[in-house]
């Protein structure tokens, strides 16, 4: 529903996105990962119209975004970032706008705005200016805005962004339910977003893509994946480690005292094969040796990680962390 | 024409839904009122026309017209809007007309109120009814010229207060480039034809030949080519501010 080819934008020298290209159909929702200034919001204002790209294509539901713009708008339901809205009007007064401009006759109106109000539960404050909201129901006005006319495609520049956890959780919700029916693109720094609510996750820098996979996918790229956490209460004991290190298949061992607990991080000499068998040997290890044993795990690996080294572009080649992670 | 429509709807309600359109229409009347029969001397000139009362529109239209003009992209600019604005269906022609539209009836709106002055003179003598006519058409169209350029203006810059001063000065060199100020500085070294050329592009002229009650199709293609033009202008430079 949404493709993408070479999605350039220039703005003078700087090259704030460099041929971007990807493609999301109906049913999957598109994590839109990068550091600030990486290019995620001048992507999704080439997506939607607002801005004309340099170079390369982009087609929404077979609309070029160039050629045919207002037909590709038609399709689209966009929150900018920020959730911009006009903030002297009443929530109500401002979707009865934007059902005027997406064309919905009266009748069709009134039912699109009760079924938006309903789902992103704005019913208490539909009378008031849109300026005396709080941040939270500002966003969700927004996220009505975007969903009224029920589009097919739906762009959301970081649509949970100032929330708190009570409405991300709700956010996210709105967006699961949707997800289904249609091709939705969100753009996030916030890491565990993508875990929780997308089938697929892009990870952009400077302008360039630099990972697409599943959330999982990309987890498996962590140094992390597979590695087994052990914590134990009290002190640490080199004893301990000692034995943890003995453990055939284990390549090294972190050590990280926290509190009154350390955690060990057990990192396998085959990274990519299942961790289950290294978990049940630590825990009979922990077992026979009667440690106080507070969680074992083995990790999925961690995002955040990921991130770092696939984003810290001025860094990253020279530090050899990227260059450990991919041996 | 349905993007059109609830785009002018959205903005004149926009006046109205703050205290800008009751501040604004209040101070419009008061110093209308002021002007005319303190500055003007109206009840002295002892005639029953509205002549000195539409002299003042100009210079009025010169404050008041760009104080409704300044918002009209620059705040969209400023809360980031119109990235929701552009992003919706809405064809950029339409939301510049829109905008536009909205703001001209708006000060049409307060133009009208005005009407006690011509119960007043009609109370107090026998005017020319269509010379009063054309006064308050020649008026509106002006009114129109000042809101072009301002809302060319506004779409410059995301601060009002820059968008209401560059505003006042084009406003006022548009106003004045038929008077000695601006000629003045063109004499003795441009050739005749570009003299006579600036000079046609007064406000002051076209306006003045409206309200002696003669509605000549050149001063009203005058104001509507200008209108045109600088509503052209404005949908140029809000596509090219749309990234900055």
């Keep these: 529903m949404i493709v993408i080819e070479d999605l350039t934008k220039r703005f003078g020298p700087f090259t704030a996105v460099d041929r971007i290209g990807f493609s999301v159909s109906r049913g999957e929702v598109l994590g839109f990962l990068g550091p600030n200034g990486a290019g995620k919001s001048t992507t999704m204002k080439m997506i939607t119209g607002f801005l004309a790209p340099s170079a390369g294509a982009a087609r929404v539901c077979g609309h070029d975004i160039v050629t045919s713009t207002l037909a590709a708008q038609r399709e689209i339901g966009y929150l900018p970032e920020g959730a911009p809205a006009y903030g002297d009007m009443t929530a109500r007064g401002f979707l009865t706008f934007i ?27 539909l009378e008031q200016p849109i300026d005396t909201l709080s941040k939270g129901f500002r966003r969700r006005v927004g996220l009505a805005q975007a969903i009224l006319h029920n589009p097919p495609v739906l762009i959301m520049d970081e649509p949970t962004d100032g929330l708190d956890p ?7 919700k709105l967006i699961g339910r949707m997800a289904a029916e249609k091709a939705i693109v969100i753009s996030t720094h916030i890491l565990e977003e993508v875990d929780a609510i997308c089938t697929r996750a892009l990870i952009i820098d400077r302008g360039r893509v630099v990972a697409d996979g599943t959330p999982g996918a990309l987890m498996a790229r962590s140094r992390y994946h597979n590695a087994v956490s052990l914590t134990l209460g009290g002190q640490t004991t080199v004893a301990v ?9 284990i390549a090294s061992i972190e050590v990280t005292p926290r509190g009154e607990e350390t955690t060990f991080t057990l990192f396998p000499e085959h990274a990519r094969e299942s961790d289950t068998l290294l978990v049940d040997a630590v825990a009979r290890i922990a077992r026979e040796e009667n440690w106080p044993v507070r969680a074992l795990y083995g990790e999925p690996g961690r995002l955040d990680e990921v991130f770092r080294n696939l984003t810290r572009s001025d860094t990253a080649s020279s530090s050899g962390a990227t260059g450990k992670d991919a041996a | 024409m349905n993007e059109l429509l609830a785009v002018f709807r959205r903005e004149l309600g926009g006046y109205f839904a703050t205290p800008l359109a009751f501040i604004f229409i209040v101070i419009f009347l008061f110093t209308m009122g002021a002007f005319t029969f303190y500055l003007g001397g109206y009840y002295e000139s002892d005639q029953a026309d509205l002549t000195i009362f539409f002299n003042f529109h100009p210079w009025l239209y010169l404050f008041l017209i760009p104080a409704i003009s300044m918002r009209l992209w620059a705040e969209e600019r400023r809360t980031g809007s119109i990235e929701l604005l552009l992003s919706l269906p809405v064809p950029l022609w339409a939301a510049v007309l829109g905008k536009f539209l909205a703001a001209w009836v708006f000060s049409g709106i307060a133009l009208s109120l005005t009407f006690p002055m011509w119960l007043t003179v009609n109370y107090l003598g026998d005017p020319d009814n269509g010379v009063i006519l054309a006064g308050y058409i020649g008026s509106f169209f002006m009114a129109g010229g000042y809101l072009a350029i301002g809302s060319c203006l506004s779409a410059i810059t995301r601060n009002q207060v820059i968008a209401f001063v560059v505003s006042v000065s084009v406003c006022f060199l548009f106003t004045v480039s038929g008077l000695p100020i601006v000629t003045d500085f063109f004499a003795g070294w441009a050739p005749q034809q570009v003299l006579s050329t600036i000079a046609s592009f007064s406000f002051l002229t076209h306006f003045n030949a409206i309200t002696r ?14 209108i045109a033009a600088w509503l052209v202008a404005c949908g140029i430079v809000v596509d090219m501010k749309k990234a900055g």
Excluded: C, H, M, W
């Design chain 1, 99 to 125: 059902a005027r401009v997406r064309r919905l006759s009266g009748a069709e109106a009134g039912k699109a705005i009760d079924r938006a109000v309903e789902a992103t539960e704005l019913g208490g404050v």
């Design chain 1, 166 to 172: 009570n409405q991300k959780f709700e956010v996210r």
């Design chain 1, 241 to 249: 480690a000692d034995r943890l290190r003995n453990i055939p298949g």
């Design chain 2, 213 to 226: 009650g003669v509605i000549d199709l050149r001063d009203v293609i005058y104001f509507a080519s200008l």
